[in-house]
């Protein structure tokens, strides 16, 4: 077995977090994605980067309508959901799923701040909202959160 990587030792994990992501510890949610919405190619190739390094598989889509139109309904894993997207935005994507009975643990990340956004995220049971730039090992320890909740 490979030797843990720095996350795992504990030199990079937030202490809120007990959990690793690394591949060596991945192997209960093989049948799981992470799947990444956003429009912006830079923040999509660079999630991608991270998460397959972590051994955790990936789908990324550059909009709320692409994902719909290739995935529409998700049953297992947790969506990287960007808020503001052009065409439909990431709560309106959200807000769709929920209509449809999906509950996949979303997380939400954005660029701006907004108040009455977040309180609307809430009602739809984001697991949490991150701004941008966020932290690698908070969003890897959130994912793991959300990949056990199925």
Request: aromatic share 6%; glycine share 8%.
């Amino acid at each position: 077995m490979a030797a843990p990587s720095r996350h795992c030792r504990g030199d990079t994990a937030p202490p809120f977090r007990s959990a690793c992501l690394c591949p060596e510890t991945m192997t209960g949610y093989s049948d799981s994605f992470v799947y990444i919405v956003d429009g912006n190619k830079a923040v999509r190739d660079s999630l991608v980067s991270l998460l397959t390094s972590n051994g955790i598989a990936v789908r990324s889509f550059a909009g709320a309508k692409d994902f719909l139109a290739r995935r529409g309904h998700v049953a297992q894993g947790c969506l990287i959901l960007d808020l503001f997207m052009p065409e439909l935005s990431g709560l309106e994507l959200l807000r769709l799923l929920r209509a449809r009975g999906n509950r996949i643990p979303v997380i939400a990340i954005s660029g701006r701040r907004d108040a009455v956004l977040a309180d609307a995220l809430k009602r739809e049971s984001v697991l949490a909202i991150l701004s941008k730039p966020f932290d690698d090992a908070e969003l890897l320890g959130l994912i793991d959160d959300a990949l056990r909740v199925r």
